[in-house]
């Protein structure tokens, strides 16, 4: 019989208990909390859809008067289902679990033999070893119903009128495409994907069995592939759909001004779009961000003739768009904008410095009423501003030097209708907060520009300043790689080439082991009593962003005091000093409060020194980014959040770079005992990922 293969099981049954007798009216048990495979009961209409035979609970109850001292309630379950077959005759089946004590779960696994496809009822009582409760179906109840599905949905069919499967190079980074999932089978419910393996997400039909769609933007023109698999009311998923496209690579800006015309000029040309027509205060042939891929820019005076201006818009700003620019304001206290579109009523965007007389100055991007702010302004620095609106999900974002600032704000879009300015804003009485400063490279994207692209569009490329390897010696100086300033050697430094050839310790037991150098074919040697090399000028430029790097190697059992790797003098102290500190076993990066002699110093990065780095030495980078007023400390390429500090007003340093010693109370002092190599000098912050090629012989590639 069907019920002879099924197996009955309670959580937490025990063996049945004796009968006693009563000795007061005895109340039926009760059933409560019924459950398709954990679910709640289904009825009516509406059965549940199993992907196979589920298990069927229920919580029985019993009045607590029924308990007789001692001896608690023991109740049993009888769980029923039936079904029609084909030809109309019902089949019924019941299945009794074990007693067990009162308000515990019975539960009964339906056996596999039960048919597919077919609407299965179910109910449940509850029996106390007297007497037995209501059937749950009874009113006000409903029996509970469940079909058991036995067949998988069909693999979805994927489409894409932007992005058709396998052609090349359609659509674009940075477009959106719609993507239409469709299963043939009629009872899905879902669509489970993924893109390129990454996180998986979930899309619901509008319909039962209906398709479908999303929206997705690529990031790269590298291929594509977007994963699908449907899931049917019963939980049975689908085989998986593999689609595969091919997006172009990013589309060039609709319009472009590079702003860098000849001085004199009276329009700005235009690489997409129209040329612009600049006011009698605009001036061409200005100074350019150095390591931006600019040659030079224009200085707008701030005056009502400086700005430049298109008859027709840069940009649908009714879509998705993006537009961005270098600047330099010249002030940092009035309110200027950037740029803006023209409406009939008003101004569709604009970028902007804003200046409220009691807060900070940040920059803008607004569209509409909406308005995002963020970022620190400071007059004469160079600063790449991007503001993107993404129609897909309404929000506007503000990109400063590549950095997301401020927080997104939720817009509308605004569709452009007049003129595009670049220096002023169209106001209830005309052109107002005008720009006093430098542009350059002013675009506007049809589309939306990727995190990759906002990264590159700000990026300065570093300049290498000086290279020093220590390699030889020369008159009391070692030279610079390329020919540029030498370091002069004090007494007490000295050029180590590595081991004497003429004396080998494994022919000559009277032969001392000696090192090889730490970096190519010699390093400097410092005594630590007053050794050092100096440059006769500044290494880099400490108001701008710049990167040093050193490998520096310190005996531990002699490092018995705070001692410096590298510094570089500001007016009245140094403006920073590398060193390693004993008693914190870290290297440190130190800087004074203020620029005054006798100045309390301030440890304002620190990386721990990890064990065993003495013998091979340590690769040492700071690097100062001025547009994000960060200044970071690596050590063999790592660094973390306690060697990141924020540097709000740059440093001055005008004195000469320093190897080996840093200035003290004192005077001169922390004098370093031990051995530098590769000191390399940038203008220009280094990325993470070329920090790495420090210390190397060779210089990283900066492409």
């Known amino acids: 019989m069907l019920g002879s293969c099924l197996a009955a099981v309670v959580a937490g049954a025990v063996a049945p208990g004796t009968a006693y007798a009563a000795e007061q009216a005895n109340l039926p048990p009760a059933v409560q909390d019924l459950q398709t495979e954990f679910e709640d009961c289904a009825s009516g209409d509406e059965p549940a859809y199993v992907g196979s035979p589920p298990v069927l609970t229920a919580r029985l109850t019993d009045p607590a008067e029924d308990d007789r001292a001692g001896y608690p309630e023991r109740v049993t379950a009888e769980f029923e289902i039936w079904w029609s077959d084909p030809d109309g005759t019902e089949q019924r089946r019941s299945f009794t679990t074990q007693p067990t004590y009162v308000d515990r779960v019975h539960r009964i696994t339906v056996p596999s033999d039960i048919p597919a496809d077919t609407a299965i009822s179910w109910h449940v009582r509850a029996n106390d070893g007297v007497v037995n409760s209501a059937w749950s179906s009874e009113a006000p109840g409903a029996a509970c119903r469940f079909v058991h599905d036995d067949e998988s949905p069909a693999a979805p069919v994927v489409s894409s009128p932007e992005y058709p499967e396998e052609t090349w190079w359609t659509g674009g980074v940075g477009v959106y495409g719609s993507f239409t999932m469709d299963s043939p089978s009629a009872?899905?419910?879902?669509?489970?994907?993924?893109?390129?393996?990454?996180?998986?997400?979930?899309?619901?039909?509008?319909?039962?069995?209906?398709?479908?769609?999303?929206?997705?933007?690529?990031?790269?023109?590298?291929?594509?592939?977007?994963?699908?698999?449907?899931?049917?009311?019963?939980?049975?998923?689908s085989g998986r759909t593999d689609y595969t496209f091919y997006p172009k690579a990013a589309s060039a800006p609709v319009s472009r001004w590079k702003l860098d015309d000849e001085a004199g000029s009276a329009t700005a040309a235009a690489e997409g779009g129209e040329a612009a027509r600049a006011g009698s205060g605009v001036t061409f042939g200005g100074p350019a961000p150095s390591g931006a891929p600019l040659t030079s820019t224009a200085t707008l005076d701030g005056s009502r003739h400086g700005f430049l201006t298109t008859d027709a818009p840069a940009v649908d700003s009714g879509r998705t768009f993006a537009v961005g620019a270098w600047v330099r304001p010249a002030e940092d206290d009035r309110p200027m904008t950037v740029l803006s579109q023209d409406t009939a009523s008003g101004t569709a965007y604009a970028l902007a410095l804003e200046a409220p007389g009691d807060a900070a100055a940040s920059w803008s991007f607004a569209l509409g009423d909406a308005k995002v702010t963020g970022g620190a302004p400071e007059a004469g620095e160079w600063a790449y501003l991007l503001g993107v609106y993404d129609t897909e999900t309404g929000y506007a974002q503000l990109f400063v030097n590549g950095h997301e600032v401020g927080t997104k704000a939720e817009a509308a879009p605004v569709r452009a209708d007049g003129a595009f300015q670049i220096g002023r804003i169209h106001g209830t009485h005309g052109y107002r907060q005008r720009w006093h400063g430098d542009i350059g490279d002013v675009r506007a994207y049809d589309r939306l520009v990727v995190p990759q692209e906002v990264t590159e569009l700000a990026h300065r490329k570093p300049n290498l300043l000086g290279h020093w390897s220590f390699?030889?010696?020369?008159?009391?100086?070692?030279?610079?790689?390329?020919?540029?300033?030498?370091?002069?050697?004090?007494?007490?430094?000295?050029?180590?080439?590595?081991?004497?050839?003429?004396?080998?310790?494994?022919?000559?037991?009277?032969?001392?082991?000696?090192?090889?150098?730490?970096?190519?074919?010699?390093?400097?040697?410092?005594?630590?009593?007053?050794?050092?090399?100096?440059?006769?000028?500044?290494?880099?430029?400490?108001?701008?962003?710049?990167?040093?790097?050193?490998?520096?190697?310190?005996?531990?059992?002699?490092?018995?005091?705070?001692?410096?790797?590298?510094?570089?003098?500001?007016?009245?102290?140094?403006?920073?000093?590398?060193?390693?500190?004993?008693?914190?076993?870290?290297?440190?990066?130190?800087?004074?409060?203020?620029?005054?002699?006798?100045?309390?110093?301030?440890?304002?990065?620190?990386?721990?020194?990890?064990?065993?780095?003495?013998?091979?030495?340590?690769?040492?980078?700071?690097?100062?980014?001025?547009?994000?007023?960060?200044?970071?400390?690596?050590?063999?390429?790592?660094?973390?959040?306690?060697?990141?500090?924020?540097?709000?007003?740059?440093?001055?340093?005008?004195?000469?770079?320093?190897?080996?010693?840093?200035?003290?109370?004192?005077?001169?002092?922390?004098?370093?005992?031990?051995?530098?190599?590769?000191?390399?000098?940038?203008?220009?912050?280094?990325?993470?990922?070329?920090?790495?090629?420090?210390?190397?012989?060779?210089?990283?590639?900066?492409?």
Not at 558 to 568: F, N, Y
């Open 471 to 703: 390699s030889t010696t020369d008159d009391g100086t070692t030279p610079e790689n390329e020919g540029g300033s030498p370091l002069r050697l004090a007494a007490g430094a000295s050029i180590y080439r590595g081991p004497d050839d003429s004396c080998i310790p494994e022919l000559d037991p009277d032969c001392p082991w000696q090192p090889y150098p730490l970096v190519g074919d010699g390093h400097l040697a410092l005594d630590g009593a007053g050794g050092h090399a100096v440059l006769d000028t500044p290494a880099v430029d400490t108001g701008d962003s710049f990167t040093l790097g050193v490998v520096a190697r310190i005996e531990e059992d002699e490092a018995t005091r705070p001692m410096t790797v590298l510094s570089q003098a500001g007016e009245h102290t140094d403006a920073f000093k590398l060193r390693y500190d004993p008693a914190e076993f870290a290297w440190q990066l130190v800087m004074p409060e203020r620029d005054e002699a006798g100045a309390p110093e301030k440890v304002v990065s620190q990386v721990t020194r990890p064990d065993g780095s003495s013998g091979h030495g340590t690769r040492l980078a700071v690097v100062y980014d001025d547009a994000t007023d960060t200044v970071k400390l690596f050590a063999d390429g790592y660094t973390n959040a306690d060697a990141t500090a924020h540097v709000r007003d740059g440093w001055t340093s005008t004195g000469p770079l320093q190897v080996g010693r840093a200035r003290t109370a004192d005077g001169w002092g922390e004098y370093l005992k031990g051995e530098v190599d590769e000191v390399q000098a940038y203008a220009g912050a280094l990325r993470d990922d070329d920090v790495l090629g420090l210390g190397w012989e060779t210089d990283p590639c900066l492409c």
């Open 187 to 237: 009872d899905v419910v879902e669509y489970r994907y993924t893109f390129l393996g990454g996180t998986q997400r979930t899309v619901r039909p509008a319909e039962l069995g209906g398709p479908a769609t999303i929206r997705f933007v690529p990031l790269s023109n590298a291929p594509q592939r977007l994963s699908v698999q449907a899931r049917d009311r019963s939980g049975r998923m």
